[in-house]
């Protein structure tokens, strides 16, 4: 597709998005983990008025939170962008900004909680949960820790954890 082309088609949805009526819901969620997957839990969060306002998943919002670098070749680019990423469980990083960076999007969206889609046996990102889970309740921050796995077929339990959290925090 033509670089101009797309830019204007970019801009139009951006414009008609834009136009689209404000959604309320009861409960706005700061999502992070692997993936915002299985749809079933997408399905329970929408069943209990609960939104996602924001997310620090890696294989969604985390794989943009980084521009590339103005200068170098493509490669050195892309290179860069994984050494300036900062929070990320899958990366290096003694100093652990995962759960500040939580907290900051909790405050910029103006959400109620924190929701974790830990993927069963995601060893990295279960190193960080304590140390993200402690700062979040310092900073007065509920969290809701799911655990969820690709071949899921039940969600009566996830619902009910996703239900009680929307309980209370109304």
């Not at 998943?57 to 994984?82: C, H, N, T, Y």
Request: glycine fraction near 6%.
């Amino acid at each position: 597709m033509d670089k101009a082309e797309h830019t204007r088609e970019i801009a139009e949805l951006t414009r008609l998005l834009a136009e689209l009526p404000e959604e309320k819901c009861a409960v706005r969620a700061v999502a992070t983990g692997l993936v915002g997957e299985p749809v079933g839990v997408l399905d329970s969060l929408r069943e209990n008025d609960v939104a996602i306002v924001a997310d620090d998943l890696a294989q969604e919002s985390r794989q943009f939170r980084v521009p590339a670098r103005a200068e170098g070749d493509a490669l050195s680019k892309m290179v860069w962008r994984i050494v300036d990423q900062k929070g990320c469980p899958f990366l290096y990083e003694p100093e652990k900004t995962r759960g500040q960076k939580l907290i900051d999007l909790v405050r910029e969206n103006k959400a109620d909680a924190v929701i974790t889609l830990q993927m069963k046996f995601c060893d990295p990102d279960e190193f960080d949960y304590p140390i993200y889970k402690a700062e979040l309740e310092a900073a007065g921050i509920p969290l809701l820790y799911l655990e969820v796995e690709q071949q899921m077929d039940s969600f009566g339990q996830i619902g009910t954890r996703i239900q009680s959290l929307a309980e209370m925090l109304l």
